[in-house]
């Protein structure tokens, strides 16, 4: 399921964004953060206007806005009379669809009862600003058509909300008329325009002036796709009345002045128009600080006019656009009823177009200089003027982007020059470590070879050591702490019987075999002592059945691995080498004495060793 935010104008999907970071650049109050642990931007309804920048640059897809097509469609469904109103820059939007007349058709054929031009509505509030204009009383005033720059001053500058025209929008204004003119009928109304704010705007207006649904052009091509409607199947039809006069030319800017027949002049007029975000933006803090220098009222428009409304097909051309509003003026204008429309004019002055504001103040405080200074600093910039900005991060200066970090609203990566910074140390560190790693490769390689070398050269010495020990006539046997052996030889297997050489059968060397329960526990006592004391103990003489074995046990690894050699004393071969061994010691034991008695006896003396030793070589020889 895509994780979607609830209940805002504008929402993310998560699992589509590809983490481009275009919509927080773009969004012009820093209504766009990235959360704490989190990767992926999210809105924070209450800092947004509803411009819609986010929605446009976003071409992943992952931004949404409310969408309005069901409650539309089930409007369309229902036992009322549903009214269109449609904004006029339908002539910008719907450049396939050959003649407006044929739109007006198709919206019918959608299930509306009527299809009523916005450029009506445009002519009544045109109207209420030309009185502001003519009739000035001292106070210059923000033209409040564009809900963007509305929530705008509500949010960031609140301090100007007396300032705000208190003249509702065309569409409501529109709205009003039909309201009026179906009076006593229970209708709906549908807005269709090109604004995105507009949909949280009509929820401000009730009863007499109530819209009940907004849906932007690229939802009325979604209901137009829904019911299969195609222009080629319909006839001309007319707008309902009351129609518009230079009302149509609203999408254009200073459209609405020339509705009103405001004074655009240079020299004599006291208006001035602004489109685009950063001309609005900055009017508007001009009009807070310099108003009354500047003398001017703002006619302003976030987008750089309704042209170029969000709710309409992305990467418009608005000059191409701007021609299209001007040709369908034009044709509006043909055989133009002029006293009717002033009749309409005069008859629909009960429409009620005051609205008031109520501020909504999403302005942060300004941080401690130490603070900003440190952030400043941190992103390389402290020594930058105050108002300086390369704008790649989308705030206006390094101080507004120092201000946001400090409140949370930002981060310091998204200063490009930082964030590059940042990667190129993280690159050098990487480079750095895998430059070690690349030594240390070697270095173990090295040891790997080595190793290699020792362990070939243990095996041979063990593969040596094995043959000796399997040629031996005395019995060998190797065993660790637990008695259990670890290696032992035929001699030593032949030395316990047939049962034994059964076993060694079928586990070769005995290996893993309980040695207690191969020898008698006056053995175990000799391996016991050697574990324990890790002393050797040599050529003790222990009784086994008929035999005598002698055996010398000896500590291999301390304590934990011990040797024994263990010889038959009844075998020939074992009783001449031993006669040998103990004639020898007889021999070194009593060569002292036998020195000193043949010192005493002479040359008795040597014969007695010669003697001693012409016995050891017969038993040599033999053997
Ligand atoms: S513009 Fe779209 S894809 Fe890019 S960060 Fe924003 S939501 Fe994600
Ligand atoms: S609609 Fe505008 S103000 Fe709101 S989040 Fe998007 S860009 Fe920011």
Request: aromatic share 8%; hydrophobic share 40%; net charge negative.
């Amino acid at each position: 399921m895509p994780e979607i935010e609830q209940e805002s104008l504008f929402r993310i999907d998560k699992s589509a964004c590809v983490r481009c970071y275009n919509c927080m650049r773009s969004c012009p109050v820093n209504a766009i953060v990235i959360e704490e642990g989190k990767t992926k931007p999210s809105i924070l309804e209450k800092r947004c206007i509803g411009c819609g920048r986010c929605f446009v640059v976003c071409d992943s897809g992952a931004v949404s806005y409310r969408n309005s097509v069901d409650e539309v469609d089930k409007f369309l469904q229902g036992e009322e009379d549903v009214i269109a109103l449609l904004g006029p820059s339908i002539a910008a939007e719907f450049t396939d669809i050959t003649d407006y007349r044929k739109l007006v058709a198709m919206i019918q054929a959608l299930g509306f009862s009527h299809v009523q031009d916005v450029s009506f509505g445009v002519d009544l509030v045109a109207k209420g600003y030309a009185e502001f204009t003519r009739n000035f009383k001292g106070k210059y005033y923000l033209f409040a058509n564009c809900p963007v720059v509305v929530n705008l001053v509500k949010k960031y500058h609140p301090d100007l909300l007396g300032n705000i025209a208190p003249l509702v929008s065309p569409p409501v204004a529109a709205a009003g008329v039909v309201r009026e003119k179906y009076k006593g009928k229970d209708v709906k109304v549908v807005y269709f325009g090109p604004c995105i704010a507009s949909k949280d705007e009509i929820g401000e207006y009730h009863g007499s002036r109530a819209i009940d649904a907004n849906i932007t052009f690229l939802e009325l091509r979604e209901l137009f796709k829904r019911y299969g409607i195609d222009e080629k199947n319909y006839e001309y039809e007319e707008f309902d009345e009351p129609l518009g006069y230079k009302g149509a030319l609203y999408p254009i800017s200073n459209g609405i002045l020339q509705a009103g027949s405001i004074d655009e002049s240079l020299l004599s007029g006291n208006v001035i128009s602004a489109d685009g975000h950063n001309d609005v933006m900055e009017a508007i803090e001009m009009f807070e600080k310099q108003g009354e220098e500047i003398k001017h009222h703002l006619n302003l428009f976030f987008c750089e006019g309704c042209v170029m409304g969000p709710g309409m097909q992305k990467r418009g051309e608005k000059f191409y656009r701007m021609a299209m509003i001007t040709d369908f003026a034009s044709r509006l204008l043909q055989d133009f009823d002029y006293t009717q429309w002033q009749k309409d004019i005069e008859h629909f002055q009960l429409v009620n177009l005051h609205r008031t504001f109520v501020a909504d103040d999403q302005r942060l405080e300004e941080p401690p200089e130490e603070e900003i200074a440190r952030i400043l600093a941190l992103v390389g910039k402290k020594d930058a003027p105050n108002d300086s900005g390369c704008g790649m991060c989308g705030f206006r200066s390094y101080r507004e982007f120092a201000v946001m970090v400090s409140h949370g609203l930002a981060e310091p990566e998204m200063c490009v020059d930082y964030a590059l910074r940042v990667k190129e140390e993280r690159i050098k560190i990487l480079t750095d470590s895998n430059r070690k790693l690349a030594r240390d490769q070697r270095a173990l390689l090295r040891e790997v070879k080595e190793s290699r070398q020792e362990i070939n050269m243990a095996r041979e010495a063990r593969e040596r050591a094995e043959v000796v020990l399997f040629q031996m006539n005395a019995g060998v046997v190797i065993v660790d702490h637990e008695f259990n052996v670890v290696e032992s030889n035929q001699a030593f297997i032949d030395m316990l019987g047939e049962e034994t050489r059964e076993i060694a059968e079928i586990v070769p060397g005995l290996i893993g075999a309980d040695l207690k329960t191969l020898l008698p526990h006056s053995f175990h006592n000799v391996f016991n002592y050697v574990f324990e004391q890790d002393q050797p103990v040599l050529n003790k003489d222990i009784q086994m059945d008929e035999r005598l074995l002698n055996i010398s046990v000896f500590p291999v690894r301390s304590k934990t691995v011990v040797g024994a050699i263990v010889r038959d004393m009844f075998r020939p071969e074992v009783q001449q080498e031993e006669v040998i061994n103990r004639m020898t010691e007889v021999i070194d034991e009593n060569l002292a004495m036998v020195q000193k008695i043949g010192f005493l006896l002479g040359e008795g003396a040597s014969k007695t060793e010669k003697m001693l030793n012409s016995i050891i070589q017969s038993y040599t020889n033999k053997k």
